[in-house]
Nanobody, 118 residues
Framework: QVQLVESGGGLVQPGGSLRLSCAAS????????MSWNRQAPGKERELVEV????????NYADFVKGRFTISRDNANNTVYLQMNYLIPDDTAVYYC???????????WGQGTQVTVSS
């Protein structure tokens, strides 16, 4: 079955960095665009960054402002989010997602908590 498993979250000080990973299985990873999304307490889930199936194209939300970089390794079925210059407003649960539904089902990972605090 389709699985998306995020890792790499944690507590980091403002200005610090984290690298999130999302290990995918159960589908042909290289055929699908992937995205990272986040949900802060009391707020709606929002898109962070998207990467095309071959990694050749990316798009990001305005608040990323060049601080975050999405990438993927199709040989290892993994998508990454490198986050630099983190600020407290980046505190959220981060989710990876297959951009397109498979068999009518939208697949999300379980999320990984990122907390930016001094």
């Amino acid at each position: 079955q389709v699985q998306l498993v995020e890792s790499g979250g944690g507590l980091v000080q403002p200005g610090g960095s984290l690298r999130l990973s999302c290990a995918a299985s159960g589908f042909t990873f290289s055929r699908y665009a992937m995205s990272w999304n986040r949900q802060a307490p009391g707020k709606e889930r929002e898109l962070v960054e998207v990467i095309s199936n071959d990694g050749g194209s990316t798009n990001y939300a305005d608040f990323v402002k060049g601080r975050f970089t999405i990438s993927r390794d199709n040989a290892n079925n993994t998508v990454y989010l490198q986050m630099n210059y983190l600020i407290p407003d980046d505190t959220a649960v981060y989710y990876c997602k297959i951009v397109r539904a498979i068999g009518g089902i939208q697949y999300w990972g379980q999320g990984t908590q990122v907390t930016v605090s001094s």
